[in-house]
């Protein structure tokens, strides 16, 4: 077996390197404080957050993506466990090539400010 050491592997074409036809890193990722001061803590493939109201967030692409067709997870990192509440993500909405919207909910219902940690897979343009 042979090993292959790199300190950067690009598509020569662009975009994000594949391994048979498969993207197999997160195009995007964000590690974000929404309670309060928005504040992006660490980042690759976002350039800003956009606070549109409580719980509500925008997040911008550096590089767009290559079609509205990627996927998003998302969790919210916050430690609830004193005040027994749950914690999810309503869903992504208003998903675009340059940008995409998401909500945080508490119990189901009330939007909630959050330390959200997000990925996104999908092909750039």
Avoid: C
């Avoid at 090993?3 to 974000?32: E, M, R, Y």
């Amino acid at each position: 077996m042979s090993t292959i050491k790199a300190n950067d592997i690009q598509n020569a074409s662009g975009g994000i390197p594949t391994v048979k036809s498969q993207q197999l890193i997160p195009t995007a990722w964000v590690n974000f404080n929404g309670t309060g001061t928005v504040v992006i803590r660490g980042s690759e493939g976002i350039s800003s957050a956009v606070d549109n109201g409580t719980g509500n967030y925008t997040f911008n692409f550096t590089t767009a993506m290559a079609s509205v067709n990627y996927a998003i997870t998302s969790i919210d990192s916050r430690d609830d466990s004193t005040s027994g509440g749950n914690r999810s993500i309503q869903g992504a909405f208003a998903v675009g090539t340059t940008s995409f919207s998401l909500s945080n909910v508490y119990d189901a219902s009330t939007f909630d400010d959050g330390k959200l940690l997000i990925h996104v897979m999908g092909g750039q343009a």
